[in-house]
């Protein structure tokens, strides 16, 4: 089973001798990969539409592992019980539904070891509602494939052990919190791409509003500026000290 750069790089961040609980699985790549690597030791490949749900079925006894993966009709972590899992895969949906499921799933993800997310909006918002909620981010990537990048993260979910990293989430600033700690802390050569075309996707409008004096240009210029000034923050962490 060969993968997209994109789930990869999410099956990457799965720890070996996992039981894998891949949420939204679709055509069940990720568990197959990963069983058939042996990274996993058997896994739960789940999704709330019959459709999908066959596609992946079809794909799994294509690749002879009817035994090592289970497939089962679910909204998130609904078909789920506690303990079950120790990794979950929730990666190619939007970040809402990312924390729905996990609000939802409070009592499997508790239960957890870890969780890769792969959230392809509000990347935001779901990092400071994993902070806000009390999970703890173990690492960060981001890949660009196709023209598109793709931020990713792995993280422990509350009461699922002790913290030995000495991190304090609460201190992430809103400029972290939008491209990600770990990434910029990281000095991550996909982050800085992307936050280079950011800024200049931004001077490139703001050179083309210039001397529009209408009250709409002029919000949306404030807009692109406070927009540029935080993609700026960014790139000075990969200013050499």
């Given at each position: 089973?060969?993968?997209?750069?994109?789930?990869?790089?999410?099956?990457?961040l799965?720890?070996?001798?996992?039981?894998?609980?891949?949420?939204?699985?679709?055509?069940?790549?990720?568990?197959?990969y990963?069983?058939?690597?042996?990274?996993?030791t058997?896994a739960?490949?789940?999704?709330?539409?019959?459709g999908?749900?066959?596609?992946?079925?079809?794909?799994?006894?294509?690749?002879?592992?009817?035994?090592?993966?289970?497939?089962?009709?679910?909204?998130?972590?609904?078909?789920?019980?506690p303990?079950?899992?120790?990794?979950a895969v929730?990666?190619?949906?939007?970040?809402?539904?990312v924390?729905?499921?996990?609000s939802?799933?409070?009592?499997v993800?508790?239960c957890?070891?870890?969780?890769?997310?792969?959230?392809?909006?509000?990347?935001?918002k779901?990092?400071?509602?994993?902070?806000?909620?009390?999970?703890f981010?173990?690492?960060?990537?981001?890949?660009?494939?196709?023209?598109?990048?793709?931020?990713?993260?792995?993280?422990?979910p509350?009461?699922?052990?002790?913290?030995?990293?000495?991190?304090?989430?609460?201190?992430?600033?809103?400029?972290?919190?939008?491209?990600?700690?770990?990434?910029?802390?990281?000095r991550?050569?996909?982050?800085?791409?992307?936050?280079?075309?950011?800024?200049?996707?931004?001077r490139?409008?703001?050179?083309?509003?210039?001397g529009?004096?209408?009250?709409r240009?002029?919000e949306?210029?404030?807009e692109?500026?406070r927009e540029?000034?935080c993609?700026?923050?960014g790139?000075?962490?990969?200013?050499?000290?």
């Amino acid at each position: 089973m060969e993968l997209s750069m994109r789930l990869q790089a999410v099956a990457d961040l799965v720890t070996a001798g996992s039981r894998l609980a891949d949420i939204g699985t679709d055509h069940a790549y990720i568990p197959i990969y990963l069983l058939e690597k042996g990274t996993v030791t058997e896994a739960f490949a789940m999704d709330v539409n019959p459709g999908p749900l066959k596609r992946a079925e079809e794909n799994i006894r294509e690749h002879g592992l009817t035994e090592g993966i289970q497939t089962r009709l679910s909204d998130g972590f609904s078909a789920m019980k506690p303990g079950e899992a120790d990794s979950a895969v929730i990666a190619g949906m939007g970040g809402n539904l990312v924390i729905r499921i996990l609000s939802e799933g409070r009592d499997v993800v508790s239960c957890l070891r870890e969780c890769v997310l792969q959230p392809q909006s509000e990347i935001e918002k779901v990092r400071a509602f994993l902070l806000e909620e009390g999970f703890f981010f173990i690492s960060e990537n981001m890949v660009e494939e196709d023209g598109k990048y793709y931020p990713m993260m792995k993280v422990k979910p509350p009461g699922s052990g002790k913290d030995t990293s000495g991190r304090s989430p609460e201190s992430w600033t809103g400029t972290e919190l939008k491209y990600g700690k770990l990434l910029l802390e990281g000095r991550h050569p996909v982050l800085r791409r992307y936050l280079e075309k950011e800024i200049e996707i931004r001077r490139e409008i703001l050179k083309n509003l210039s001397g529009n004096d209408s009250e709409r240009a002029r919000e949306r210029a404030e807009e692109l500026n406070r927009e540029l000034a935080c993609a700026k923050k960014g790139m000075n962490y990969y200013v050499v000290q």
